[in-house]
């Protein structure tokens, strides 16, 4: 392999783009999870933000993503984004890149006229999009950008994140896996990540707090001002997530 195909400790080469048009649904979330994930592989990552309204996942200090104003005017800034595509073109190791609710149609539709993704990958890098869907009121929308993603992508990179915190991800009796969308794209989704719904005054309470506090797994494990069995609960949380992941094969 070349090194453009792989990194120098072993992990290939990848470009990980979360997106979702509906804000507040845990994309911040995901990306964090995702850097830590590869992190733990003892790869080099790259967190690279470019919301520019909520710039949530450059406020994790130890995750230290680059905030990069990919949008300017509500059109994409061809020069930032431009830049961004030559850092994982020339970069080694695995990007993580965070978007915002308002730059999905412009950045999604700028990828794709400019074939962005087959891009990366004669560079060398896997691509995958990371899309969210969520339980409750913004379920339909969520599935909705789901299918806006799984609908123009030409590859099978889509992988799908149910997150409970707002509810089951369920209608009708029927699972996420018996919904026409995930029947309908099938062939274009990697697999999906359950973001598993817990007991709110527990499990929620202390995942909330490690969110609002802008912490890693890692960094609340060892912080004094979580409990022992806080620590614990997180812990659980972190390897459920990360053997989801690793269930994927994409590092």
Known sequence: MTNQEISTNGTQASVHIVLQGKGGVGKSFVSAI???????????????DTDPVNATFAQYRMLEAEHMKVLRRGTVNEKQFDMLVEKVCQG???????????????????????????????????????????????????LNGLERLAQTTSEKNVIVWLNEYFGEVSKDGKTFEEFKV??????????????????????????????????????AIRNADFSLVSKQRLAIVQRELFEQLDQLAIG
């Not at 995702?34 to 967190?47: S, W």
């Not at 990366?120 to 913004?138: D, E, I, L, M, Y």
């Open 182 to 219: 995930a029947e309908e794209y099938a062939p274009k989704l990697v697999g999906a990540v359950v973001i598993r719904e817990r007991n709110p005054h527990t499990y929620g309470d202390d995942v909330r707090q490690m969110l609002e506090r802008r912490l890693t797994f890692d960094e």
């Open 92 to 142: 080694d190791g695995v990007f993580i890149v965070d978007t915002g609710a308002t730059t999905f149609v412009p950045l999604w539709n700028y990828i794709l006229e400019n074939e962005i993704l087959a891009f990366f990958r004669s560079h060398g890098r896997n691509v995958f999009v990371h899309s969210v869907v969520t339980g409750g009121q913004a379920m339909s929308d969520t």
């Open 34 to 48: 995702l850097a830590q994930y590869f992190r733990t592989k003892a790869a080099r990552v790259h967190c690279l």
